[in-house]
């Protein structure tokens, strides 16, 4: 890992996945962005700097986030380099415009000239994305970005949507950004020309920003970093923050009485990752062929004529401890139950152990893992905590309920079967 010191921030460059390092002093003498960047000050998820040329337009913007707030989950994906960031109106009682660094109006300004056919899309400012590191004032660099994304539509890439705190309704935005394949450091040349020289600073642009500044959205290069295929550790599969754990920890205890009733959170869970996954019915358990729900992952073509396309897909859920992995017996049940042309899924409170995890990558499997980590993380990105974990738990008892009386209408009409036949 590449990291600067607190005593080089003042003439580094701009390196994705840097670390650069805050003082050691307490205080906001120790903060880095600061430091780092000209004409930047230290505090504030919005950091805007303005040009010095008296058009009243933003030089560039930084984007500094902790990735960890509960209600307002910031969020990068490394395989596709689109960055979901959220907006500055996040108490009730304001309008969401009304915010004190005018967060949100800086959002609406520059989707606007994303979106527009006048030119203004030059007036588009760069954005540099950090994050906290969790260690004092250190943050990391996660790269430059800019607004919107080829793969999502102009009426997706900025959302206002409603969210509930303490009993009152506000709204707030929801903003894509992808972060761009820079080749190189981010010159600090650029920085200093873009507030003191902005006519002049593409000069020391590097080529994606130019691309994105003549092409629009359609210019845009993102940052892609593919997962290597490889056996992830026993660690990798577990870790997550104190919210996550507390979260996975009560999801094990509401379950530990009944292991079984996690089929319906799991298949919960599994839907929450992608809409695209639908459909999920529990089955039968006597006879449940080694899969706990099946459904479908549908995939549709733009329009509504043609029907879409829908892949089979089998559910197996596993309420374990940590100290419990999904082994080789397990999965292998569920890969000999898998029919043609579907594929399964395995949702664990813990892990897979490394014979099985080995198994299902060197030979092909069509399985999909979700272990600790991911129903962490995807429970993160619906905004379930550790203060609402319990209620969201007791509000998939309406489907429990209904899956209840499913199966004792099935059973009822199994041993009438079996009477018959008799």
């Not at 943050?139 to 994304?149: Q, S, T």
């Not at 999904?326 to 490394?354: A, C, D, H, P, W």
Request: aromatic share 12%; charged share 25%; glycine share 8%.
């Amino acid at each position: 890992m590449n990291i600067v010191a607190f005593e080089d921030l003042k003439n580094a460059d701009l390196i994705v996945d840097t670390v650069y390092r805050g003082g050691k002093l307490s205080g906001k003498g120790s903060e880095v962005l600061s430091k780092l960047l000209p004409g930047c000050s230290n505090s504030g998820g919005f950091r805007k700097v303005m040009r010095k040329d008296g058009s009243g337009l933003p030089a560039y913007v930084v984007l500094y986030t902790s990735m960890q707030e509960l209600a307002w989950p910031d969020y990068l994906d490394e395989e596709t380099g689109i960055f979901r960031y959220y907006g500055d109106n996040r108490i009730p009682g304001k309008a969401i415009l009304d915010t004190p660094r005018k967060g949100n109006q800086l959002l609406e300004f520059v989707f606007d000239c994303l979106n527009s056919r006048d030119g203004s899309i030059k007036n588009i400012p760069p954005f540099f994305i950090f994050k906290k590191t969790g260690s004092g004032w250190d943050v990391k660099f996660l790269g430059l970005a800019a607004p919107g994304n080829p793969k999502i539509s102009p009426d997706k890439d900025l959302v206002a949507f409603w969210r509930t705190m303490d009993d009152e309704r506000f709204q707030n935005y929801e903003a894509y950004f992808t972060v761009l394949e820079t080749g190189i450091p981010v010159d600090r040349r650029w920085l200093n020309a873009l507030i003191y020289d902005h006519e002049n600073s593409l000069q020391y642009a590097p080529d994606c920003w130019k691309n994105f500044i003549n092409k629009g959205r359609n210019g845009i290069i993102p940052l892609i970093a593919k997962k290597l295929p490889k056996v992830p550790s026993k660690y990798d599969q577990l870790q997550s923050d104190n919210e996550g754990r507390i979260c996975l920890q009560k999801i094990r205890a509401y379950y530990k009485s009944f292991p079984q009733g996690f089929e319906i959170c799991a298949r919960d869970i599994l839907e929450k990752t992608d809409n695209k996954f639908q459909d999920f019915e529990l089955t039968r358990p006597w006879r449940d062929g080694g899969r706990d729900a099946i459904g479908y992952y549908v995939i549709s073509p733009a329009g509504k004529v043609n029907y879409p396309l829908k892949i089979d897909c089998a559910l197996e859920a596993k309420c374990y401890s940590e100290s419990n992995s999904v082994g080789v017996k397990e999965m292998s049940r569920l890969i000999s139950r898998i029919r043609y042309r579907q594929f399964g899924v395995m949702v664990t409170t813990s892990y897979v152990n490394s014979q099985a995890y080995k198994e299902v990558i060197e030979d092909g499997h069509p399985i999909m893992i979700m272990s600790a980590n991911d129903i962490a993380q995807v429970l993160r990105n619906n905004s379930i905590n550790s203060s609402n974990i319990d209620d969201y738990l007791l509000s998939l008892n309406d489907y429990k309920i209904q899956q209840v009386n499913r199966l004792k209408a099935y059973a009822k009409a199994y041993e009438t079967k079996g009477t018959l036949r008799g």
